[in-house]
Nanobody, 115 residues
Framework: QVQLVESGGGLVQPGGSLRLSCAASGSILSIYDVGWYRQAPGKQREWVAAITSGGRTNYANSVKGRFTISRDNAKNTVYLQMNSLKPEDTAVYYC?????????WGQGTQVTVSS
């Protein structure tokens, strides 16, 4: 199975930006559909963005126009560029790589948006 490690989280002020990284090992990430998810305290895990193995992207309505998912095949990494961050974006962000019915999760990275 593919191993995933998220990084890039931190504390940012409202309106700021962060870029999250999902680095893969053990497999070629380009053949997977990759999604970003987030989970805030007391809430269910929420799908945020996805990029398919074919390069198609999609976003949750709550982040559409603010977040961009992309991949760098040479670095075996998927990114989530987050702009115009809001306090409601505060959560632990996870990446998931799926191929067929199988999927793998990373350990998550904390994003806190606060004044």
């Amino acid at each position: 199975q593919v191993q995933l490690v998220e990084s890039g989280g931190g504390l940012v002020q409202p309106g700021g930006s962060l870029r999250l990284s999902c680095a893969a090992s053990g497999s070629i990430l380009s053949i997977y559909d990759v999604g970003w998810y987030r989970q805030a305290p007391g809430k269910q895990r929420e799908w945020v963005a996805a990029i398919t193995s074919g390069g198609r992207t999609n976003y949750a309505n709550s982040v559409k126009g603010r977040f961009t998912i992309s991949r760098d095949n040479a670095k075996n990494t998927v990114y989530l560029q987050m702009n115009s961050l809001k306090p409601e974006d505060t959560a632990v962000y996870y990446c998931n790589a799926a191929q067929g019915v199988r999927s793998s999760w990373g350990q998550g990275t904390q994003v806190t948006v606060s004044s």
